[in-house]
């Protein structure tokens, strides 16, 4: 499997934006890089997911360097409710997920 | 909208017990898992199912079967409940293999 490797903690101002980092050095050409969060006792929450382009949606950007090798999840304006841990996952068409033990994000007022 | 849901939402158990841990989803989702998370750790898969009638092991699966006779429930039995086993347990479903998972608010189970 893939591997990612991901800061363990982060720390964030509220209304900053916050760029959480994943490096993916030995990822496939068919790996889909997902990213999920965990807010505080709750199940993981999808948050975005891309192949190749750079990806946006309601709740963040996904940002993908040219070879691949890393990521990155923004946040545009960070908010006290985004204080998650985030993981990001490589996800092949015929792999489950392999959740590792993500980065805290930590917001502070 | 309930989306997945799990029950019960907490449960105390003894050594050697069974029990069956519930999960529901109603947005006609074919795939189906069951993944364990242990304090500070990441979530590893135990089960998963395909669609109703088919499960298959993920990476975890020692001391727990699962059956998919509907699409919308898929209960995990623990056999002969262990203190191992301890653990806060997440029930996800997506419409297809590959698609991104909605996870259910979890089941906390205790052995002692």
């Known amino acids: 499997d893939a591997k990612t490797t991901q800061p363990n903690s982060m720390e964030s101002n509220e209304e900053e934006p916050v760029h959480l980092p994943c490096n993916h050095s030995t990822i496939s050409g068919t790996d889909y890089i997902h990213w999920y969060r965990q807010l505080p006792s709750q199940g993981p929450e999808y948050v975005i997911h891309?192949?190749?382009s750079n990806v946006n949606n309601r709740m963040a950007s996904l940002a993908i360097a040219e070879d691949r090798k890393s990521s990155t999840l923004i946040l545009h304006r960070a908010t006290l409710r985004d204080a998650a841990v985030y993981y990001c996952?490589?996800?092949?068409?015929?792999?489950?997920?392999?959740f590792g033990a993500g980065t805290r994000l930590t917001v502070k007022p | 909208n309930a989306g997945v849901t799990q029950t019960p939402k907490f449960q105390v158990l003894k050594t050697g017990q069974s029990m069956t841990l519930q999960c529901a989803q109603d947005m006609n989702h074919e795939y189906m898992s069951w993944y364990r998370q242990d304090p500070g750790m990441g979530l590893r898969l135990i089960h998963y199912s395909v669609g109703a009638g088919i499960t298959d092991q993920g990476e975890v699966p020692n001391g727990y079967n699962v059956s998919r006779s509907t699409t919308e429930d898929f209960p995990l039995r623990l056999l002969s409940a262990a203190p191992s086993q301890t653990s806060v347990y997440f029930c996800?479903?997506?419409?297809?293999?590959?698609?991104?998972?909605?996870f259910g608010d979890g089941t906390r189970l205790s052995i002692l």
């Open positions: 891309g192949l190749t």
């Open positions: 996952i490589l996800r092949d068409v015929v792999d489950d997920m392999r």
């Open positions: 996800a479903s997506a419409s297809g293999w590959g698609q991104p998972q909605h």
